[in-house]
């Protein structure tokens, strides 16, 4: 079985400022790993995803991720955030075996302020 | 290409009554998953279909339950309805086969009174 933790419920940050949203993950087995986000009565769409490869995984928006097995981490950060930015985000894995369970964290709320 | 469409947007229920959500995927997709989200507890899994079979499911009581039609179409149904089933639902829908990002609807906003 998955599971997914994000660590912060909610995030403050000034505009222009950098910011990390952090995720940690457990599996009995290999992953894929993502990073969805939602804006205000929307549904989810998807940042960035890490299948294998290159540890570092770059995104839409200027956001990336690096993934990191030993420490079972998915972190997301951007070098500096806008107004725009301001959304719930949802890190999320599913086995690599073909399970076809995509397993959500319970989201961080990033605030960008002026 | 169209994207993932969910009917309804928005419903009220009483405690007690039952009602039926609708999530047409895009085309081509095969693979129809359905989440659960709340505040504070993020999404949480329920079931997901793939060429009308269900191959997965979550923690749900058997209250909740779905079926996908041979268009990939689904519908997911709740009966017996109960106050902390307010939540909005949301389907999203995967080719079928591999890695893939899910394509998610806006989803239906669920009040039961």
């Known amino acids: 079985a998955q599971s997914v933790t994000q660590l912060d419920s909610q995030v403050p940050v000034f505009e222009e400022a950098p910011v990390e949203l952090r995720c940690n993950y457990s599996s009995s087995v290999s992953v894929y790993l993502f990073w969805y986000v939602q804006y205000p009565n929307q549904g989810l769409q998807l940042l960035l995803k890490y299948l294998s490869g290159s540890t570092l995984v770059k995104g839409i928006n200027g956001f990336e991720a690096e993934f990191n097995k030993s420490q079972t981490s998915f972190h997301l950060r951007k070098p500096s955030v806008h107004i725009s930015d301001t959304a719930e985000y949802f890190c999320a894995v599913s086995p690599n075996t073909g399970g076809f369970k995509t397993i959500f964290g319970a989201g961080t709320r990033l605030f960008v302020k002026a | 290409k169209a994207g993932v469409t969910q009917t309804p947007r928005y419903l009220i229920k009483t405690r007690g009554q039952q009602v039926t959500l609708s999530c047409s995927p895009i085309s081509g997709h095969r693979s129809v998953s359905w989440y659960q989200q709340t505040p504070g507890q993020g999404l949480q899994f329920l079931f997901e279909y793939f060429s009308e079979t269900q191959r997965n499911k979550g923690n749900f009581p058997g209250r909740f339950s779905g079926r996908q039609f041979s268009n990939s179409r689904s519908e997911m149904n709740v009966s017996t309805l109960e106050l902390g089933d307010s939540a909005l639902y949301l389907c999203?829908?995967?080719?079928?086969?591999?890695?893939?990002?899910?394509?998610f609807g806006e989803g239906s906003r669920l009040t039961v009174l």
């Open positions: 999203a829908s995967f080719q079928g086969q591999g890695a893939g990002e899910l394509f």
